[in-house]
């Protein structure tokens, strides 16, 4: 059973840093490309980050671009989200999510929300102004 555990959220005034791991267990992330989503209260699930298998390619949303970074440690069966110069507006539950078949292409890191299966149970950030 592939079971997905987030860590690292937390309160953080604007303009901090916060450092969000996924942990995988019941499978090898190094087979898989990896998402992270957010989910504010009322709003709907959106993209943050993605990786390919391998972490040739990431995608970012247009918002965090720039503040976000996404990392794998295939070793550790670990990704890694580091988030900088955080603003109100980041502030939501954070996700990591899996796909339920191994990733052939090492180039492919999507957006969409239906191209993951598993997700984890999300790690809280809040960012006070």
């Known amino acids: 059973q592939v079971q997905l555990v987030e860590s690292g959220g937390g309160l953080v005034q604007a303009g901090g840093s916060l450092r969000l791991s996924c942990a995988a267990s019941g499978r090898t992330v190094s087979a898989y490309r990896v998402g992270w989503f957010r989910q504010a209260p009322e709003k709907e699930r959106e993209f943050v980050a993605a990786?390919?298998?391998?972490?040739?390619?990431?995608n970012y949303a247009d918002s965090v671009k720039g503040r976000f970074t996404i990392s794998r440690d295939d070793a550790k069966n670990t990704v890694t989200l580091q988030m900088n110069s955080l603003k109100p507006e980041d502030t939501a539950v954070y996700s990591c999510?899996?796909?339920?078949?191994?990733?052939?292409?090492?180039?492919?890191?999507?957006?969409?929300?239906?191209?993951?299966?598993?997700w984890g149970q999300g790690t809280q950030v809040t960012v006070s102004s």
């Open positions: 999510a899996l796909p339920k078949q191994f990733s052939i292409d090492r180039n492919y890191a999507p957006r969409r929300v239906n191209e993951y299966d598993y």
């Open positions: 990786i390919s298998r391998g972490g040739r390619v990431t």
